[in-house]
């Protein structure tokens, strides 16, 4: 990377001045209206507290560079690493943030614009088993998402075409998809272009996971507001770049074929969005999930009824017996009656399936399976997902279908 670049992606996102008083409302929350409000959680976006049980974003006023997407830096001894039109900008932890004091601000001219959009990059699993190397990427302006991606997109777009894009929710609605990163990266290395909730981390980081454990109704109300996220700002974001001259995601991405996709917690993230009525999701990969009775314990996120606002077709993918959402996809199963509907099951697997294993496992399989089969037209698996007639490669699963 040749040094960081414009922020014209971000201060687009905050042009309207609804976003200009409160940035928060980009990522689905309002902000807070007592000055004395107690700063309870911070992520990459910023300082949250809670006001009348809600989560609401705290405006430090101090904080010139929070509009577009950053925080600042916390030490007064950061030094300068980059100087454009914005601000003095430097790092922390290997993060970019503001640097408060601006008094020798100089605009300069960002130069390989296209080349350093990409913040940060890893490869995981070697790139994936597919035709595309993959690579986990922050993508500038995008902060609060992890993007999974062929690392030469031009590559792919020239042999595929314009990608489909998966908007993916974590298990334990966490918001971090680094324990994902082998099954989403082979997803990527066959032409899709993924979008995780949650920022960029390039090791795994249990601390972080533990967040998702607590499940009140201001933990519940975040869940919600990251799955809508996915849509108002990860979505929204990629469309614009897709059109936008100087972007790496120029023409590359076929935005009106997404599938909504998450595992566990994260599959109802998937449901919520997928019950929108919104005519760019074509597909519902529920992985190791289902939608709740009322009374469970996550029954404020979605429940049983609102499966019957589903559009699209919808495949869950499930272990056995010992998977805790097992049943509940069955019983999903059986309630859906207008859209196609498919549950695989791999009877020796649990509930964390095999996203952790090289390719994402079997569980990789059958999701490349579906999503070739809805997203590109791949008639190859029609005996599979229409007859039940199990693939070499897919040996141990069973399917049932209906609606098809």
């Known amino acids: 990377m040749k040094g960081f670049t414009s922020l014209v992606f971000v201060a687009s996102l905050f042009a309207s ?221 990629l469309e614009k770049e897709n059109k936008e001259r100087t972007s790496i995601f120029y023409k590359t991405l076929n935005t009106n074929k997404v599938s909504a996709m998450g595992q566990s917690c994260g599959g109802l993230q998937a449901l919520i969005i997928s019950t929108k009525n919104d005519k760019r999701i074509k597909t519902t990969v529920a992985l190791n999930s289902g939608a709740n009775s009322p009374g469970d314990l996550l029954d404020s996120l979605i429940v049983k009824d609102e499966l019957q606002k589903l559009t699209q077709p919808i495949i869950y993918i499930i272990g056995g017996e010992e998977d805790i959402a097992h049943y509940n996809a069955l019983d999903d199963f059986s309630l859906i009656k207008k859209v196609p509907v498919a549950v695989a099951c791999k009877a020796d697997a649990g509930h964390m399936g095999t996203y952790s294993e090289p390719n994402g496992g079997t569980f990789g399989k059958m999701t490349l399976a579906w999503l070739d089969y809805i997203l590109k037209n791949d008639k190859s698996h029609d005996a599979l997902f229409r007859k039940s007639i199990i693939e070499s490669e897919l040996e141990g699963w069973t399917i049932q279908q209906k609606n098809f």
């Open 17 to 237: 001045s609804t976003l200009a008083k409160c940035p928060f409302k980009a990522i689905g929350y309002g902000c807070c209206k007592n000055s004395k409000t107690e700063i309870v959680f911070t992520d990459s976006f910023g300082n949250y507290g809670v006001e009348k049980g809600k989560r609401c974003g705290i405006i430090d006023d101090s904080c010139w560079s929070l509009k577009y997407g950053y925080l600042c830096c916390n030490s007064d001894s950061t030094s300068v690493v980059k100087t454009n039109k914005y601000g003095n900008w430097g790092k922390e932890n290997g993060k970019w943030c503001g640097i408060k004091d601006q008094s020798e601000v100089e605009e300069e001219e960002d130069s390989d614009y296209e080349e350093s959009q990409t913040v940060n990059s890893l490869m995981l699993d070697q790139g994936g088993s597919g035709p595309y190397k993959a690579v986990m990427t922050q993508q500038e302006g995008l902060p609060d998402f992890t993007i999974y991606r062929p690392e030469n997109l031009k590559e792919a777009v020239d042999a595929e075409g314009r990608l489909p894009v998966i908007l993916f929710g974590n298990g334990g609605c966490g918001r971090i998809s680094f324990s994902y990163g082998n099954f989403l990266t082979e997803l990527a290395s066959y032409g899709y272009v993924v979008a995780a909730v949650g920022p960029w981390v390039g090791e795994d980081n249990t601390d972080y996971l533990s967040l998702s454990l607590d499940f009140s109704e201001e933990t519940i109300n975040g869940f919600k507001a990251d799955a809508n996220s996915l849509i108002d700002v990860a979505l929204s974001w």
